[in-house]
């Protein structure tokens, strides 16, 4: 399966027109409906929606919708009827006047107090009835399915590219590994050298101190020496970092050919790749190794950054 960014865009635009053709009135016109997806990285999925009044309606099914398809992101949905513009009124038909003064009438009749109705409310309440809902509404879930279709094709574009750039690090990080892997028993020789020289050094000032009497033995020198070289051993010993370090990348890569749902489990993964060069850096008392860390942990950040976006 492939691997899905949670980054992508789609707009759709279904048929019809807000215009009235020749010999039409303007409430005859077929308006279109035009939608849009944005999508971006969140933990879980947040679905915002942004639609006009006459659209509100398929908010539920739309909703339903993305949620069968996106499993995380912060998506938004924006919708509007093409044509349609709050600043410029379309003129209402004679039946739509009629219409209103009948309905002012049957209420003035009932309630003589009530106000008549202002240029702005009719032109406002003549604008709304422009289309069918039904309609409108119908065409808008459809239009939604083909948006939904370009918005994955759209994050699975970009899950490629981000995938091919987590294989590129994951090999640069494996040379890194590879190139730590000598440094190891080289780490190993210069501190058994080291214990033999604090050895004999202490063995010389143990006799010397036997000789003037102390209770310092040859033994009591000895146990200090190679009390002090275990701990500097297990100290550098990156042995097991650098297996565990592989064991993660071995994970990465499978995780990445595997596809499908695999966000979350690389956000853990990078996280513990990054706990691992720290421990190495922290336990390196070798230049090299040290620049191998720093390298490493750059690495790392960069397919952080890049992780966060994955489905």
Do not use: C
Request: hydrophobic residues 40%; proline residues 4%.
């Amino acid at each position: 399966m492939a691997v899905y960014s949670m980054t992508g865009y789609a707009t759709a635009h279904s048929g019809g027109s807000a215009a009235p053709a020749s010999g039409e009135s303007s409430r005859d016109a077929q308006p279109g409906v035009g939608l849009e997806i944005r999508s971006v990285n969140s933990r879980f999925l947040d679905l915002t929606f942004k639609l006009p009044d006459d659209l509100r309606a398929t908010e539920p099914a739309l909703r339903e919708l993305l949620g069968s398809r996106l499993k995380r992101g912060k998506v938004e949905v924006r919708a509007w009827i093409e044509g349609r513009s709050d600043t410029v009124p379309r003129q209402p038909s004679a039946l739509d006047l009629q219409k209103l003064v009948g309905l002012q009438d049957n209420v003035r009749a009932w309630l003589p107090t009530a106000t008549p109705l202002s240029v702005a409310e009719v032109l406002q309440l003549t604008s709304r009835q422009q289309g069918n809902p039904g309609e409108l509404n119908n065409a808008l879930v459809s239009l939604a399915q083909t948006a939904l279709d370009g918005l994955t094709s759209a994050r699975e574009r970009e899950g490629k590219r981000l995938s091919a750039m987590l294989l590129d690090r994951l090999s640069q990080l494996r040379l890194l590994a590879k190139d730590a892997q000598p440094l190891i028993p080289q780490l190993v020789a210069q501190q058994r050298q080291r214990f033999i020289d604090r050895w004999n050094d202490a063995l010389g000032a143990g006799g010397a101190s036997a000789a003037l009497g102390s209770s310092i033995t040859s033994d009591m020198a000895q146990d200090r020496a190679l009390t002090e070289a275990t701990a500097f051993a297990i100290r550098i010993d990156v042995a097991e970092e650098l297996t565990r370090l592989d064991s993660h990348l071995t994970e990465i890569e499978r995780l990445l050919k595997k596809g499908a749902e695999v966000g979350k489990r690389l956000d853990f993964l990078i996280q513990e790749l990054h706990r691992e060069a720290n421990t190495l850096g922290s336990k390196s008392s070798h230049l090299e190794l040290t620049r191998i860390s720093v390298d490493m942990k750059v690495l790392i950040e960069q397919m952080r950054e890049q992780v966060q976006n994955i489905e």
